[in-house]
């Protein structure tokens, strides 16, 4: 599975969108980007994912550029409680494996 | 449906005795991962089963660590003998035919 680099920290004003990038330069053309998100002492929750298509579900969007080579997960209206960790992972559909990097801690601020 | 439901929540014990984590799936997933999370090593994966077969134990750092899956609906991870740094949050989580991976609340353990 392609390797994802994503930044170690951001903050976001409540009320504010959110925009979380992840770089996936070496993705293959069958393999998708799955969000996942972890709040504090929680188990990860899975938030979105696509191959090429921009997703929109009641929780996020996600936008992928046209090359695939990167992608960016949108909370349109963040509150106090998407303060967590998002994590970006490049997979096989279908394939087995969900191998999980550092994630990007996202700070909602009020 | 209650989830992936983990036992017990929190473990505490001596270094040199064995340790059981538990897990039960989501009635249905026929795939099955346990995970480990440290503040120094994040989100580890250590071992996935589909359809109660183990596929890959790469991830299960020595012989201490065994999992097995005797059934749909149960799995366990045992360390024997425990060691200090096997503490950590021990996650289970299935998958059915979809994409999605659902957790359970993990098991947070305590090697003294």
């Known amino acids: 599975d392609a390797k994802t680099t994503q930044p170690t920290s951001m903050d976001c004003a409540e009320g504010r969108a959110a925009n979380l990038p992840c770089n996936h330069s070496?993705?293959?053309?069958?393999?998708?980007v799955y969000w996942y998100r972890q709040i504090h002492s929680q188990g990860p929750q899975y938030i979105i994912h696509?191959?090429?298509n921009n997703e929109t579900n009641e929780m996020a969007s996600l936008i992928i550029t046209e090359d695939r080579k990167s992608s960016t997960l949108i909370l349109p209206h963040a509150t106090l409680r998407d303060t967590a960790v998002y994590y970006c992972i490049v997979r096989v559909e279908n394939g087995q494996n969900f191998v999980f990097g550092p994630g990007t801690r996202l700070s909602v601020l009020p | 449906d209650a989830g992936v439901i983990q036992s017990p929540r929190h473990e505490v014990t001596e270094m040199g005795q064995e340790v059981t984590l538990r897990c039960k799936p989501i009635s249905g997933h026929n795939s099955l991962f346990w995970y480990r999370q440290t503040m120094m090593r994040g989100l580890e994966l250590l071992i996935y089963?589909?359809?109660?077969?183990?596929?890959?134990d790469s991830g299960m750092p020595e012989d201490r660590f065994s999992a097995k899956m005797p059934n749909a609906s149960f799995s366990t991870l045992k360390i024997q003998p425990s060691e200090p740094r096997d503490s950590a949050v021990y996650f289970c989580a299935s998958r059915g035919m979809g994409e999605k991976l659902f957790f359970g609340s993990g098991t947070q353990l305590s090697v003294l």
């Open positions: 696509g191959l090429k």
């Open positions: 070496t993705i293959s053309g069958n393999e998708y």
């Open positions: 089963f589909n359809n109660n077969v183990p596929i890959d």
